[in-house]
């Protein structure tokens, strides 16, 4: 059916409406165009270069034989993206390996360890008797109408702090009244009381020597705040670069040392060709130990009743990046012995390349990927350190003097203990478990150093010798001062690397974007023939192929159209 209204006045254009003819015309476009777009695929599947189309559209191929290429094109296929899909996965789960680097590490191109050594005498009797004191609360605690007054008070803050490094916790001393302990309350006072009763360095170290040359102790080692009270340090990084100053109290420091960092970085290590470094460097020279200790006990002004069990010192080592503390590792230096300890290292780098992958994918951080809140510098140890100290003060609503914290955290006290004891082995085993982990405190990428070491112990005599040799030269302040002599006991601390070299290794790219390619154009070659010019071919048909296709068809169906068209139909 057709519809026309044609105008009788000249100076009118003749308007023609076929409603069922141009719906006819669309309907044959689409259904010519559908046949086009067919005979495009079957020309593509006779004519591709990918294996076993060619042979389901092929003219004069009976059906059984395209069933057959029908099946086996499906099952290649399948089996491509079956292989393909574990190339994926392997691709996002483990691109990372970590293999032996091919040169070897000198010892001096990694920093010598930081050593810290914490004296088992914790109290010296000279400045404060511990025994005395617990003695004399004894017998107040005795006494059933207990008056406290200011000096009674401060007393007591003290006794309670010092009980923390004795061990002799508040629990423990069961014989002292909880009336004497019930308002006590701790806070930077505690550092100071520690500091006081503590052995200071003449008090106990005799001698030093770093790569054979003689040094001054003093100089050599600071003080440090740890589990263990104040300990001794030395090789560590200054407080300024380890610690975020800005974030932690001001009252008192965790760690004393001066000395500024010197031709050495985090990131690319030593500077070559100076004459100082720190921290210090191992030596590759065998003929002296890196670093030699003489170490001695005074008995007399040793108080048997704070941490008397205990004997000797206990040797802590570290990478110098991280804030010294003590540990359950640890080695111990015995009365008229020598400790040689022979050093060994592990040391992990990382391929720059890698910093493209997520911390997860890693297993580490680098510098500045992860953020601390109390430390500029990141480890492992660092980032432990700071989550302890957070837990703690979550579970026991305080921190330990030892721990970074800022000005708004309480201080635990004696009566903590427990407590604080409870919060920390709750991290250590969250830490243990990779799904529990809250810390989430992965090793360093760049810094990934950790020390170890085998001790050798032999006897050492040097009282004997002190006194054959005052013998020998009739030495009269020897004999004047025996009884000094007597309760004074030696030992020695030898640190050296046991090798000169050290085999390192390194964190690198085990499956890049390169090889995820290779690796999927080698099953996709293997399965289908597939190659680049396939999908080069594939572009063509479905693109430009495709386009000139439809375009060739509409022009040819305009010449059609303007050949058909009525004469009575015109436009004036």
């Not at 003819?21 to 086009?36: H, I, N, S, Y």
């Not at 100089?219 to 440090?224: G, S, T």
């Not at 601390?372 to 026991?396: D, V």
């Not at 000169?500 to 995820?516: A, C, I, N, Q, Y």
Request: glycine share 4%; aromatic share 12%; charged share 25%.
């Amino acid at each position: 059916m057709s519809l026309e209204f044609i105008s009788r006045d000249e100076n009118e254009v003749v308007i023609v409406t076929n409603v069922y003819g141009d719906f006819c015309v669309r309907k044959a476009r689409r259904k010519r165009q559908k046949l086009l777009v067919q005979e495009l695929m079957l020309d593509y599947a006779n004519n591709t270069t990918l294996h076993g189309l060619p042979y389901i559209t092929r003219k004069g191929v009976t059906l059984v034989e395209k069933i057959f290429w029908v099946i086996t094109f499906i099952a290649s296929v399948s089996m491509c993206l079956f292989l393909i899909s574990k190339v994926w996965l392997k691709w996002k789960t483990s691109p990372v390996i970590v293999t032996v680097n091919e040169h070897l590490v000198p010892v001096g191109k990694v920093p010598f360890p930081s050593v810290t050594i914490c004296p088992q005498s914790k109290c010296m009797t000279n400045v404060y008797n511990y025994t005395a004191v617990t003695m004399k609360l004894k017998e107040i605690s005795e006494n059933n109408n207990i008056t406290i007054n200011e000096t009674l008070r401060e007393e007591i803050a003290m006794y309670d702090d010092v009980s923390r490094i004795c061990g002799l916790e508040r629990q423990k001393l069961f014989y002292l009244s909880d009336q004497l302990f019930e308002n006590n309350l701790s806070d930077a006072s505690v550092v100071r009381h520690l500091h006081e009763v503590a052995p200071k360095r003449y008090d106990f170290l005799d001698g030093c020597h770093v790569h054979g040359e003689p040094m001054s102790c003093y100089d050599l080692f600071q003080e440090v705040l740890t589990k263990e009270g104040v300990c001794y340090n030395m090789n560590s990084l200054p407080a300024d670069e380890i610690l975020r100053n800005e974030n932690l109290q001001q009252e008192y420091k965790y760690l004393s040392t001066r000395k500024n960092i010197s031709g050495w970085s985090i990131v690319n290590g030593y500077t070559p060709h100076l004459k100082y470094y720190y921290p210090l460097p191992g030596s590759e020279n065998g003929e002296y130990p890196d670093v030699e200790i003489e170490l001695f006990h005074y008995s007399r002004y040793r108080d048997k009743l704070c941490n008397g069990d205990k004997s000797g010192f206990k040797v802590y080592i570290h990478h110098p990046a991280d804030l010294p503390q003590s540990s359950l590792y640890y080695y111990a230096v015995l009365h008229d012995q020598v400790s040689s300890m022979a050093l060994s290292l592990s040391y992990i780098n990382t391929s720059d390349s890698l910093k493209k992958y997520d911390a997860e994918t890693l297993q580490c951080y680098f510098p500045d990927e992860r953020y601390l809140r109390y430390f500029k510098i990141y480890t492992a140890n660092n980032c432990k350190i700071e989550c302890i100290s957070n837990m703690t003060y979550k579970i026991c609503n305080c921190v330990e003097f030892y721990m970074p914290h800022d000005n708004s955290s309480t201080l635990c006290t004696a009566r903590d203990a427990l407590c604080v004891s409870w919060a920390q082995e709750k991290v250590l085993e969250q830490e243990s478990d990779v799904q529990t982990a809250k810390c989430h405190c992965l090793p360093s990428c760049t810094s990934a150093i950790d020390y170890e070491a085998e001790i050798l112990k032999t006897a050492y005599h040097k009282s004997r010798v002190i006194k054959m040799t005052a013998t020998v030269e009739n030495n009269s302040f020897y004999f004047k001062n025996t009884d000094i002599f007597n309760k004074l006991t030696f030992s020695k601390l030898e640190i050296y690397f046991k090798k000169s070299r050290f085999v390192s290794m390194r964190r690198s790219e085990l499956f890049g974007v390169t090889d995820f390619l290779a690796n999927c154009g080698g099953l996709l070659g293997l399965f289908l023939g597939f190659s680049f010019l396939s999908l080069v071919e594939i572009f063509y048909f479905l693109t430009l192929r495709l386009c000139c296709t439809l375009k060739k068809d509409l022009e040819e169906e305009k010449a059609i159209a303007s050949l058909d068209k009525p004469d009575h139909i015109k436009k004036y």
